[in-house]
């Protein structure tokens, strides 16, 4: 018979909880609509995508019934693998609440990064007021998955907390703190090997599962190369048949086809160059009208002088004559304006060497009293010594098409004392003019595009003259190039020099 007071007295095991859990008031969140629409990230982690985590669920709810903690597997995403059922105050209220919901998604995902970091363990105070544990995943030294123990106390919990949150998101009083009661609260000492015991476990399905998905794969790889093979052998010589046989009638289509392609070319360059001097030809229309308005309105001047010196008996023979005189001086003035506008549209037939000083000056003559009418201003610097070679009048329209760009990018923007610098120079054997406005430039997204034929940003625009403009240029053996400096848009043409 043993003495009592000879018997060596036992240390007690220390418990697990402090507050046990209501195991049969919990619920699965595998299912809840909140895990169903998180997107499956199929760029993270390939490895895990191999693994079937389902049978890991009823290992999960076994271990619940046994040891009374919540157990699940989840990714970076936030997204439940596998879990036993979770405590009613996560599942019935704050993952419910979109608000909460936030709350519950960024704490998985922080305690994710923090396993990221290679810690063995974490454990976290979740925004919503519980607290987790997590553990690595790691399969062939791939950090897959995080295995986390959810969803106690440490501590009895912090009553005002929880009564500010019910306040805060209109929980239901009593069916909240109901199930705030069945959250249990737990030895911290005893969570690392129980964090241990589950990964240990979770690794070694995890590697079953991937060794028989990699199996199954291995032999659905072999099945497939081999019926693709035989099919590839099958009808290689088919193919090869039909390859020359499609070879053959190439080689007696093709020049056929080039010819073709480049009639259609020359034809849809010769359909944007009639488009681009409709274009210009109206704009001409509306400069002419500028140009005119003076001269008509001294006309009109002229006639009602006339008019009033007859009636008051001054009409003689001087003021008649002078009169007559200053008509036909206005007169003259309004054909040598036609004359300019169609000279302008003569196409030269050859290059030949002109003043680059003349032919700006020519050029602003077709706008200046559009400009002016509009009050936008204009400033020229120019070497009248400076010789191009080229087309002028092709390179006048070019000019031209530049000019009146920049004066509608200030007319549509609105630019207070709108302003056009024209300045000419020479370098290295190039003749060059610069162009210049305060209209606040081209959008950088839409710059490299200005050049690509009907691309326009105005309202009613064709998209053809700068098209057409760099076509002349080029045919020239000159450039163009656009840029933004200061306050608007530079353009600088270059044509070689003599």
Sequence with gaps: MNDPQNKEIQPSAPILFRRTPKIDQMRDPLFADWNRSLIKNLSAHELAELIDFSQMTTVFENFLEVVGLPVAIIDFDGRVLASSNWQRLCMEFHRINKNTLVRCLESDTRLSREMLEGKPYAIYRCLNGLTDCASPIIIEGKHIANLFIGQFFLQPPDMDYFRRQQEEFSFDKDAYFKALAEVPIVAEEKLPAILNLLTGLAHQIAQQSLAEKRALAAYDSVEQQVVERTQELSVSHEQLKKASAQLQELNATLDHRVQEEVGKNLEQERLLIQQSRLAAMGEMIGNIAHQWRQPLNTLGLLLANIRDAYEFNELNQEFLNKAVDDGLRTLEKMSTTIDDFRNFFKPNKAKENFGLGKAVESTLSLITSSLHNHGIAVSVEKDQGIQAQGFPNEFSQVLLNI????????????????????????????????????????????????????????????????????????????????????EGAEFRLTLPST
Excluded: C
């Design 403 to 486: 000019l009146n760009n920049a004066k509608d990018a200030i007319l549509e923007r609105k630019i207070g004392g709108g302003e056009i610098q024209v300045l000419t120079g020479s370098d290295q054997g190039k003749a060059w003019v610069l162009i210049k406005d305060n209209a606040g430039g081209i959008p950088d997204d839409i710059l490299p595009m200005i050049f690509e034929p009907y691309f326009t940003t105005k309202e009613k625009g064709t998209g053809i003259g700068l098209y057409m403009s760099k076509m002349i240029m080029d045919h020239m053996g000159g450039t163009i190039v656009a840029g933004n400096v200061g």
